[in-house]
Nanobody, 117 residues
Framework: QVHLVESGGGLVQPGGSLTLSCAAA?????????MAWYRQAPGKQRDLVAS???????TYSDSAKGRFSISGDFAKNTVSLQMNSLKSEDTAVYYC??????????WGQGTQVTVSS
């Protein structure tokens, strides 16, 4: 497992944009196969928002399609999430994750995103 650190969260108005970034906390020698962003709203389960594989294949949740864009650098173990046209329902704690196999086994501590006027 590798400790990941997220940054870029904050307060944004509806319709605004925000970019989240994530990087490994130390220079661990790990080769991620997949990196992803999850989010968890109060009282709800943690859900997958977007993922990117080392082949550059990406997946998005239905709510993220067309508004969010994930990008990653597997040589540096970094991943970003560009979020546009934000809505109040996007408010959540966003977690970065990485997996050396198909499953996510490394996590960050989360960054709060609040969409409110």
């Amino acid at each position: 497992q590798v400790h990941l650190v997220e940054s870029g969260g904050g307060l944004v108005q509806p319709g605004g944009s925000l970019t989240l970034s994530c990087a490994a906390a130390s220079k661990n020698i790990v080769n991620f196969y997949v990196m992803a962003w999850y989010r968890q709203a109060p009282g709800k389960q943690r859900d997958l928002v977007a993922s990117i594989f080392s082949t550059n294949f990406t997946t998005y949740s239905d709510s993220a399609k067309g508004r969010f864009s994930i990008s990653g650098d597997f040589a540096k173990n970094t991943v970003s999430l560009q979020m546009n046209s934000l809505k109040s329902e996007d408010t959540a704690v966003y977690y970065c994750g990485g997996g050396s196999g198909p499953a996510i086994d490394s996590w960050g501590q989360g960054t709060q995103v609040t969409v409110s006027s």
